[in-house]
């Protein structure tokens, strides 16, 4: 069976910070719909564009599978600092949604470690051969790119060409959440402590990860494996 792709509009951040906003006013999924589709009528005019772009938003931070529900709430509770770093924080919720953003992150992040720009031709052969060759793919790939523009950690270079932007983030409360996506894609069984301010699913991000905090947390792990201290998924 083909993976599901799904993420086929491209997203603003208001737009997730508005979403946001209202799960934290309480409201209901019903309550959520009808506000978000006021809100975004007055920039999406075509109703399909609206009803897709909506279904987006809701499927990133409302309708939560209860495997992410720890993470979400996490993210909520930070989202509420002043501290947070909001962008990062919705980074990590669309990380577990949508698998092909995931994807699609990890290659950016990989070649980033060798260079600071990468084409689109690239990331689409790349996107290909792991999901095959789909025109919904083409089309989601193309959505993602300009979502990652619009949200400002990419920028043209020039034609068919991006730059990436970087965010450094400083909020212990932020990272944890970005280490907790990290750890529910399940990429790796463990990763060591220093190699997670370098996943690749999350690029644009600069942080640094304090053993001592892991240490104190309760949302994480840390084992010994082969004389070194080690963080594993649950």
């Known amino acids: 069976m083909a993976k599901f792709i799904g993420l086929s509009r491209s997203i603003k951040l208001e737009w997730l ?33 609206l009803r897709k772009t909506r279904e987006i938003l809701m499927n990133i ?11 979400k709430q996490q993210a909520l509770e930070a989202y509420k600092d002043e501290k947070s770093n909001k962008l990062a924080l919705h980074w990590s919720m669309m990380l577990v949604a949508y698998p092909v953003f995931s994807d699609v992150c990890a290659l950016i992040g ?49 034609v068919g060409v991006y730059r990436i932007k970087k965010h450094p983030i400083t909020d212990v409360k932020t990272i944890q959440v970005l280490l907790l996506a990290i750890l529910h894609l399940r990429e790796r069984a463990y990763y060591e402590i220093a190699e997670l ?8 991000f600069e942080y640094n990860v304090s053993y001592e905090w892991l240490h104190d947390s309760d949302q994480f792990t840390l084992s ?7 963080l594993t998924a649950d």
């Open 17 to 49: 910070n508005k979403t946001v906003e209202l799960v934290l006013e309480g409201k209901d999924e019903t309550q959520i719909r009808d506000e978000l589709n006021e809100y975004l009528s007055f920039e999406v005019k075509s109703s399909i564009v």
């Open 61 to 71: 931070w409302v309708r939560t599978p209860e495997e992410f529900s720890a993470i």
């Open 110 to 158: 990989k070649l980033s470690n060798i260079q600071d720009t990468f084409a689109t031709s690239w990331l689409k052969e790349k996107l290909f051969e792991m999901w095959g060759e789909r025109t919904t793919l083409f089309h989601s790939s193309d959505k993602i790119l300009r979502t990652l523009k619009l949200i400002g950690v990419i920028e043209n270079e020039k």
């Open 197 to 204: 301010s370098s996943a690749p699913q999350v690029f644009p």
């Open 224 to 230: 010994n494996f082969g004389g070194k201290i080690v």
